[in-house]
C-alpha cells in the first residue's frame, strides 16, 4: 500500500457531518478513501465468492445431512450418510483405492515430468517461446471433453496406440478396457498435461543465479551434480508448491474418467475415480444427500493430505535466505 | 602450486563485434600475487572467466602449469575462484559451502571435517559454521567465500573484485587478510579489482588494462614511479598526476628549461641521465607529468631552487587533515587521460583553451588559502615525461 499522500484534492468532507454541528468533524483521509475505492472494485469478487462459493458449500454441508432427491424437500438424517459411505459402501472404497493409485501415481510423475522437460528447455534453446508453447498446449486442452474422446479412440482396440505398437510386432488390444491398464490411461492422460508446472518450473530455474553453478563447476560439480545438489534443493518451493497444486487437482479429477469409461468407471469399477463415484450417487441415482456427504469427505481428506505436504515442507524446502 | 601463462588470449561478443581482452600476454609465476586492475569494462573478469574455464577463449592459450586448458573444463583446472557476489550456495550452511568441494572429490568425511574446522580457525569463521549464508554479515559472507577456495587447496586462486560489496572500513580490513592469506599459502593468484589502493597494496607485480589491453605489468612501485604511458600515469596515484603539454627548451649546462603554458621550470642534468632518451626532446613538445605529492608549499622550504618553483592562484584548497589538496589555476594545456591508441585526445585538448588546473597534495601545515596566489615548489627530479604523439613514457632503458 502507498503512504498517505498529502495531495489537497483528496481531502473530502463526509457531508453529514457538515450539518451536525456537535459531532466533531470526520474526514475521510487519502488512505481510508483509497480502501473504499478498493473495496468497491472487489464488491463484484465477493458476490461471487458468496453466492457461487460459500453459499453452495454451506449449503452441501447442510445436505450432507439429510435425504434429499431434488424432487422432495430434503430430510434430516443426521450422520446417516456418513455411516453410510464409510461403513456399509464397498464401492465407495474401490473408488477411494481407485483414486489414491490415480493420485499416487501421477502426482510424482507429473513433477519429474515437468521438471525434466523444463530443465531440458531451460539449455537456451533458441526457439524455447515456440517449444514452451507446445508443451502447454495440453493443459489448456487436457480436461475437455473434446480431448477425453480423442484420447479414448487413440488407446481404443481400433487405436493409433495399437498401430503404433504393431509396427514393433505387439499385439495390441483395448487398453481402456481392460482393468489393468485403464487407470494407467487415466493416469497418462494426467501426465500429459504436465505443462502448466512445467512452466513454473522454467520461470523458477531462470531465477537460480548462472555463479552458483559457475562457482559449482569449478568445486568440480558435474552436470548431474550440479542438477542434484543446486537445482533441486533451489527449486523445493517449486517442487512443493506443484505439489499442493496437483494433488488438489487430480484428487478432484473427474473429465477424463467419465470419458474414457463412458461415465460408468468401468471396466470393473478400475477408473471409477472419487469425483466420478460421488456425481453417479448424487446425479445420476439422485442421491444429493449422499453425494454432498461424499463432497465433505473429499474435502477433508484433500484438506489432510495438504497439510500433510505442508508439515513435511519443513524436512525439505528451502526457504530463500 | 601452478604457475598461470596466457599467450594472446582473446575475447571477442557478439560475432566480433566487441573484443573485451585483445592479445593478453601474462606470465603469473608459482606463488605470485597479481592484481589485475582497470577501469569499468576493461575486460579484467573476461579474462579472469577465460582462465578459470567460465567463458570460452576466441583465440591465444592458457596454460596452468605448463598445460594449455583450453579444453580443461573449470571442474578440471584445479582452480579457485572467489566471486565478487560471493556465489555461496544459499540452502547449505556454511560448513557444507566449504565442504562441497571436498564432498564432490570424495574425501573421507573425517578429512573434510578436518580441513573445514582448520580453514574456518584461520578465518574466525568457526561459530558460523551452521548458519546459511543468508543469515551473515557482508564480511561474514566474504570470509565463507574465501574460506571455500581455501579449503581446497587449488594450484590457483582467481578472485573478481572480492571486496567490492563491503563497506571502506571492512575493506581495508579484509585486504590485509587476504594478503596475509596469500602470503601464507603461497598460492599463485589473480585478483580483480578496479580499485588502485588494492592494486598497489595486496599484489606482487600489478597488470594494468585498459578496453581490452594489457598497458603495463610490473611491480606496484615501478607501476607508479615508472608509468609506461600517459594512462598508466594518471590511472595510478590520488588525486591523479597531471599532464601537461609542455616544451623542453635548448640544453643548458645544468640541464633544460620545461616551458609550462606561461609557467617555466628547471629539468635536473639528473634526469636526462636517468632518462637518456629525453635528449632527443631539446626544443620538443612533449607532455610532462607532476604528481600532486611532488609539490608543496614553498613557504615551507627555505632552500629549494628558484628555478624549481611556480606561482599560481589557488582556486580551491580542501583540507583533508593529514594533508591539503590545492587546485592551482595553470595556463598550460592539459593533456588529459589519452593512451597510445587515441590519439584524438591530444588534438583535443590542444584546442581547447589554455586554461588548467593543476592538483598539488600541500602539507598540513602550509597556510595557504583559496584566492591567494602561493609559490609551489616542484621536485624537478620527480618530473614525467611522455611523448605527445604516442603517449608512451620518454625513459632511457
Ligand atoms: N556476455 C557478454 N556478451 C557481450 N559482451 C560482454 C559480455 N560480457 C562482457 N561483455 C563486454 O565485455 C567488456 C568487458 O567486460 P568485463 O566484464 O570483462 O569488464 P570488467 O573489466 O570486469 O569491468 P567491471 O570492473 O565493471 O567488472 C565490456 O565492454 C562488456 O560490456
Ligand atoms: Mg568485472
Redesign the interface.
Known sequence: MSQPTSTGGLEITHPQSKSMKNRPKRKLTPQQLENRTAYLFLTPWFLGLIFITIGPVLASLYLSFTRYNILRPPRWIGFENYYNILFMDRQFWTSVKVTFFYVGWSVPLVLIMSLAVATVLNRGLALLPIYRSIFYIPSLMGGSVGIGLLWREVFGAQGVFNDALAIFGMAGRSWIAIPETAPWILVTLNVWTFGASMVIFLAALRQIPASLYEAASIDGASAWTRFRRITIPMLTPIVFFNAVLLTIQSFQSFTQSYIVSGGTGGPADSTLLYSLYLYQRAFVQLDMGYGSAMAWILLLSIASFTGLIFWSAKYWVFYGE | MANVILKDLTKRYGGGALTAVSSLNLSIEDGEFLVLVGPSGCGKSTALRMI???EEITSGEVSINDNVVNDV?????D???V?Q?Y??????SVYDNMA??LQ??KFPSEEIKKKVHEVAAILQLEPFLKR????LSGGQRQRVAMG?AIV?QPSVFLMDEPLSNLDAKLRVQMRSEIARIQDRLQVTTIYVTHDQIEAMTMGDRVALMKDGMLQQVDTPSNIYGRPANTFVASFIGSPAMNLFHANIGDPLADGASLRLGSHQLHIPQKVFEVRSELKEYFNRDVIAGIRPEDMDDAALTNSHPDNETISARIVLAEALGSDIIIHLDFDAKMAEVIDPDTLSDISKSLDGENAGICVARFDAKSQAKAGETVKVSVDCERLHFFDSETGLAIRGD
Open positions: 578459470a574455464g567460465l573444463h573449470a571442474k578440471d583446472r582452480i579457485a575462484m566471486f557476489n556465489a555461496l550456495y544459499p540452502h547449505m562441497f568441494a564432490i572429490a546459511r549464508p543468508g543469515q571455500r581446497r
